[in-house]
């Protein structure tokens, strides 16, 4: 566990605390006497941003021992940031002209685990740890998007089959903390996936009990009787955090902040109500139990997440920077309004207290925060995880039902630009960072400009497009035609022609 040195003059830490400028909101009990309760893989701007905030809302609420040590087994490292900070850290809300400041204090200490998955596997094997929460982004779990079954052949995997004890993937580490557990003190755990993947809590179950089960059979019976991976659905836009939000807490607030964290004011976060022992009682701080979360993550995937990602891809090949800039476009706004009306909401089904047409606006409204920088990049980044469950699971529902799929072809066909065009054959338009792109840009350079071609290979990778669907005609075609569309001069010219019909 990294030392908390004394903070230096200027930087936020415990002392602090009874320092801060009273526009700064501070924790409301005593963090002296905070105990860890849980620990927190992927401790990003989401983390601080969403659920420890929850957490410090339940400390407030009603004071018990429900800490959390946050883990990364990914860079960045936490040593330096949080860590030289005591786990403090300032999280802003912006909308429009209002900001508001909180300084957090529910994070008690942080634990650097990238190189070596010992110091990670000392905290998950604690007998006082009852929960881990994890957000380690879609594809943390190893898995194959178009099944959801544990992707045999990832590196990482294949290293943990080999060397169980000293884990490099996601799946390995949790196999091997509840080996641990059961090993020495048999106590239950539960592990609550917070990533943006439909029935996120079956993926995980899926992952580590795949792995577990080529352990042994002991360990696969332990792991039934004493874990649980209830999902969640979580929401709230937490962008990556700049220089100039870090220079701006400094400026307004007199000290150094190296872990600040923005976020819209929204916020939901729906848990399922299926946990091994000892949980914290979030519900206490405004989130909703559940028997069934998946009406409310198909609702906020397929239209929050599948509006960002369409916007994401046509903005970027608008040449605009941020969500809110698309979202200043009356062309594209017009156009994910009026697929989310007609394509997306019939794929859904009711969910309890909310109208789905009134949370489309909703959504569209956030998109519209000028205050949140979302860049169209971060968004893009990692669609081949992404676009299963916001775009192609409501295609493949709508073929399976005989309805047009004309709109919701056109985010599939704008990521398929997006990767094509980072590719040599186009120029190297833009750095992109998502697995399959290296794949995509060897088909793209070996094909040229043949859009029908292009995006038949890339229908073809069945870790992404289940089979049956890239064998649709009326599918296959709608993509191409507005992938050549997307790779033209215009490249919002199919659009508006869409928008005219
Ligand atoms: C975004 C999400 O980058 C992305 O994939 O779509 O991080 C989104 O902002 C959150 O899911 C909102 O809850």
Known sequence: MSAMPPEQAGRLGPSLLDRLPPVVRRPAYDRSKLKPGMAHIGVGAFHRGHQAEYTEDLLEARFGPWGSIGVNVRPPALAETLGRQGGLYTRLIREGDRMEARVVGSICAVVDSVQDSAPALAVLARPDI??????????????????????????????????????RSLPGLLVRALELRMASHGRSLTLLSCDNIPANGVLLGTVVRTLAERRGHALLKWIDANAAFPSAMVDRIAPAVTDADRDQVEREFGYRDEAVAVGEPFRQWVIENRFAGPMPQWDLAGATLVSDVEPFEHLKMRVLNGAQSTLSYLGV?????????????????????????????????????????????????????????????????????KIVQRVLNPIRERLGRGQDVTLLAAPVAAWMAYLARASARFGRQWPVADPYAGRIAAIA?????????????????????????????????????????????????????????
């Open 317 to 385: 090949l608008t040449g605009y920077e941020h969500t809110c800039d698309d979202m200043a476009d009356p062309l594209l706004v017009g156009f994910v309004r009026r697929m989310l009306m007609e394509e997306t909401l019939p794929t859904l089904r009711p969910v309890p207290g909310i109208d789905a047409a009134a949370y489309v606006e909703q959504s569209l409204a956030r998109l519209r925060n000028t205050a949140i920088r979302h860049r169209n990049h971060q968004i893009a980044t990692d669609g081949s995880q």
């Open 445 to 501: 350079d070996g094909i040229g400009d043949d859009a029908a071609a292009l995006a038949g290979e890339i229908l073809s990778i069945d870790t992404i497009f289940d089979p049956a669907l890239a064998a649709d005609h009326a599918f296959r075609a709608k993509v191409a035609a507005l992938l050549q569309g997307f790779l033209g001069t215009d490249p919002l010219g199919c659009l508006r022609r869409l928008a005219e019909d």
């Open 130 to 167: 009852h929960a881990v929460t994890m957000t380690v982004t879609e594809k943390g779990y190893c898995h194959r998007p178009s099944t959801g079954a544990l992707d045999l052949g990832h590196p990482d995997i294949a290293h943990d089959l080999a060397h169980p004890q000293s884990p």
